[in-house]
């Protein structure tokens, strides 16, 4: 690959230091957060654009369709920065397929997943003419069939494949080993197949699996494509036709010093496989597109020392960010004023919430800090503040886009009224 190639191949994201102050693309983090406060997500469009296009490039021989997995970072202006530059989206609720819709992603850019479908979504998802449910089990078929039927509509449906592979992450985000609630066993899915055809209105005529994110390496998808590969041929061979093959998401984001592959690396391993295989291919990367993209910036409050411990005390909780609670994540944090010359001590940072888990690093080596200074969280793009919750009565915080030397608020910061809102 040219170096040029490489270097744009490689480059993880667009936050950097100049003369010591930590910048996204060209806004200094600092005036970001003297106009809105903290905590805040800071986004980077060009991250979040180039992350997409990387992904198009290293595949551009399948000419796939790339859904991006709305369940990673589901803002508005993420989703519309991603569809203009052509990517679809996956959805897995009715709240998500709302989103796409004002994100003005086309129906037949959207694929729906999700172990648990109600009949009200269906109907929205069929009325929106999405491309794919992935249905993952008989009774949910039987459901979209009969309501497609009653509405008169014909839809496209992909059998969702638990290949029963090891991923190889943490046990909350396997998704493709026989025990976990996802997908439909080889056996199971073969009879479907033999009774596809009483569907009247449920055209089985694809095949999606995911077996998991945050997958490092090429192998468990390896292992999990061919075997999905093989159970085609013998599908194929007993007349069955598969247009769709949705081979779902898992990419690694790099979070410290792991080394996932790369798109192009993805690509070389098994692009192999699809050679001479004529389906639509598509993917569903949330992670590799959304992690790297974006930060959460915040303000130390106390530094607390015990005889056992310093505490560097934040102003975002577990409630804002809760990947470190929740799968005990590493997240790297850096200053956002840096001080070359600054000791470095040892820290654990948490939050202000009332839970010994609300914690974001814990004995971590980090520059001198003091309350008022500033931390940003790095790689929390990518189910951030997806998964924030109101815990302790903290109100959500905001979220920002910046392109290049400016910025926007892409969602205010929620205020107190919000929290009570319905009650
Ligand atoms: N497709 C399906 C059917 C999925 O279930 C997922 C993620 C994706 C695609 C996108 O996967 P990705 O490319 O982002 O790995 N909250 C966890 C991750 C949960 C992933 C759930 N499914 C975390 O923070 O690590």
Redesign the pocket.
Known sequence: MPFREFQEATRIHDFYYKNGELYCEKVPVRKIVKKVGTPVYVYSHKTFTEHLAKLQRAFRSVKPLICY?V??NSNLAVLRALVKKGAGL?I?SGGELFRARKAKCQGKKIVY?GVGKTSDEIRDAIRARILLF?VESLPELEQINAIAKKMRKKVNVSL?LNPNVDPHT?D??T?GKAETK?GIDFEKAKEIFKVAKDFSHAQVCGIHV?I????ETGDPFLEAFRKILEFIDELEAGGVKIKFLNL????GAIYSDENPQTAEEFAAKILLLFKKRKFRIIF?????IAANSGVLVTRVIYVKQTDVKNFAIVDAGMNDFI?PA??G?YHALWPVAKNEKASSWVYDVVGPICESGDFFAKDRELQEVHAGDLLSLMTTG??GFT?ASNYNSRPRSCEVMVKGGTFKIVRKRETHQDLVRGE
């Open positions: 997995s369940k990673a996956d897995v997943a992935n969702r943490h909350y985000i998704t996802f995911h998991g994110s945050q997958i779902g998401g898992g990419l569903e990367p949330g992670r590799f990947r929740f799968y994540a990518a189910y998964m």
